[in-house]
């Protein structure tokens, strides 16, 4: 069982870029599929992408292709999202999350804010 907790959000202009960390801690970080998750306010929680355990595979929705880009270090116990030219439509609650399964995800962080301002 892993914890998560996420930083890097912010408020920044269109545009923009920024990227968020997502750091675990407890054993067998790569082992976990990981994922990231976005929530706007007055809308369901919806995928961003994921990252399988080594590195080797991702998946993005097509709101973000082109755009954002999931990687780990898992010698640190961290995944990433660099998020580039970053649209008012980005704006949501960011969540990592952790799949042991590869079916569903099992451990959630706390989530950061991310506002994307015209």
């Known amino acids: 069982q892993v914890t998560l907790v996420e930083s890097g959000g912010g408020l920044v202009q269109a545009g923009a870029s920024l990227t968020l960390s997502c750091v675990a801690s407890?054993?067998?970080?790569?082992?976990?599929?990981m994922g990231w998750f976005r929530q706007a306010p007055g809308k369901e929680r919806e995928l961003v992408g994921w990252?399988?355990?080594?590195?080797?595979?991702?998946h993005y929705e097509d709101s973000v292709k082109g755009r954002f880009t999931i990687s780990r270090r898992n010698t640190r116990n961290t995944m990433y999202l660099q998020m580039n030219s970053l649209k008012p439509e980005d704006t949501a609650v960011y969540f990592c999350?952790?799949?042991?399964?590869?079916?569903?995800?099992?451990?959630w962080g706390q989530g950061t804010q991310v506002t994307v301002s015209l």
């Open positions: 999350a952790a799949s042991w399964s590869g079916l569903s995800y099992d451990t």
């Open positions: 407890g054993r067998g970080f790569s082992s976990y599929t």
């Open positions: 990252i399988n355990g080594i590195g080797s595979s991702m």
